[in-house]
């Protein structure tokens, strides 16, 4: 096998079950060297985001790559095995290529997971586990990715979850300008969730993060304020929405924080959305009464809204998606003939050699240029077309599709 995908998302697993096998960003090097070292695969690349974890491999066997996630997640192989979902050869050029247009996404035709995967490719080629024919995979997906973009309507009329978070917020509190926002993170997802949050206005926005500069640049553009992630206990009482969203391997927020911050609130509500896998709040701060949690599944529903309107659109992609991936696996049969055509041309680069260093000592002895070119032609003509020749002889007379495949090697016409 040559190529195979396997992994699980937003379709075939809870968020429980994809937090447990997130790959942390600044682990990622490591875990790509450590899977590589299991042969026979040759080339790895993973793709983590909050909606799925995917191993894309050249080479070696599906189950191996399995065995390998569930190792390196503290996980039983059959625990997580009725979650992953599988694709070899064909199958795997196909997913990717949907992956990269927004046709598997929980939002259909969104742009973000574009990103997410040049940032696995980076990922990959730092690691040195990106070789020639995932290289070729990932530019030809995010180039179908490009065409698809630009000659449908896939993208049309998107409903993000940085969207969908505004318009929960606004059944809880129907007017956002008089609540207060915390959002706790400072990465991309953050920074489009604040973009949608001032276009309703609120009362005040505040940026927590780990590192105080990244929440001063966002602070600076929302007009709003930056504290360090270690002072937000002491404050999380002044917050009516609170959006997290960091690359946390364990949740910053627990239910002893919250139901300290709800009793200082003397029980007002505080509507919460997690868009982080691994989650950064315990799924138990939504047991409290008065907290309004939701995950990135739960945002599920909203984001499908208008996809309607882009169904007419998915025809299309998934005709572009097909005609590329024909392209991309004609490609791969081409590439299976290299090692042959290599060596059929040191063949005959050794009968070049051989003939021009007899023609050489020829010369030097003194013969007759003219008699000596015409035996360098005539030496290489021979050893070339020594053995089809040699095979033509030794054919059985009904063997008539292996001279018909020379003929057609050496562009020969049948004559009367």
């Known amino acids: 096998m040559q190529l195979f995908a396997l992994g699980l998302n937003h379709q075939t697993a809870p968020v429980a079950m994809r937090e447990r096998v997130a790959f942390a960003a600044e682990r990622m090097n490591s875990a790509l060297s450590e899977l590589i070292r299991r042969k026979p695969v040759r080339e790895a690349a993973i793709l983590s985001t909050c909606n799925r974890t995917e191993i894309y491999c050249a080479a070696g066997e599906p189950g191996e790559a399995l065995d390998w996630l569930a190792d390196y997640h503290a996980l039983d192989a059959g625990q997580l095995k009725p979650f992953v979902y599988t694709f070899p050869q064909g199958a ?41 024919l995932l290289s070729k995979l990932f530019q030809r997906s995010f180039a179908v990715a490009k065409e698809v973009r630009s000659n449908t309507a896939i993208g049309a009329n998107v409903v993000s979850m940085a969207a969908s978070s505004v318009r929960l ?47 001063e640049h966002l602070a600076q553009r929302f007009s ?3 504290l360090m992630l270690r002072e937000m ?4 009482h002044d917050f009516d929405i609170i959006v997290s969203c960091t690359a946390s391997s364990l949740p910053i927020l627990g239910k002893g924080t919250m139901e300290r911050a709800i009793r200082q609130r003397r029980h007002r509500p505080v509507f919460m959305v997690d868009l982080a896998v691994p989650r950064d709040i315990e799924p138990e701060v939504g047991e409290l009464d ?95 077309l020594h053995a089809p020749t040699q095979a033509l002889n030794q054919t059985d007379e009904g063997d008539e599709g292996f001279r018909e495949l020379v003929a057609r090697l050496y562009h020969l016409r049948a004559r009367d």
């Open 290 to 384: 008065d907290i309004f949690l939701y995950t990135v599944d739960d945002l599920a529903d909203l984001v499908r809204e208008g996809m309607d309107a882009r169904q007419s659109a998915v025809a299309q992609a998934e005709a572009i998606i097909e005609s590329q991936v024909g392209n991309f696996l004609h490609w791969m049969k081409a590439r299976e003939a290299v090692p042959l055509i290599r060596q059929l041309r040191e063949s005959a680069e050794e009968a070049r050699r051989n003939e021009v260093e007899r023609a050489t000592r020829l010369l030097n002895r003194g013969d007759d240029p003219k008699a000596v070119l015409e035996a360098l032609s005539h030496g290489i003509t021979n050893k070339l």
């Open 92 to 132: 795997a050029v196909r997913h990717a290529f949907r992956v990269a247009a927004g046709l598997d996404s929980m939002v259909l035709g969104e742009p973000q997971i574009l990103g997410q995967m040049k940032d696995a490719v980076r990922a990959a080629e730092t690691a040195g586990t990106l070789g020639t």
């Open 224 to 226: 709003g304020r930056a």
């Open 233 to 236: 206990p002491d404050q999380l």
């Open 169 to 215: 917020a606004e059944r809880i509190f129907p007017d956002i300008a008089e609540q207060k926002v915390l959002f706790i993170g400072a990465g991309a997802m953050i920074e489009l969730t604040a973009t949608h949050f001032a276009g309703r206005h609120p009362r005040s926005i505040t940026f927590a993060n780990r590192t105080l500069e990244r929440a």
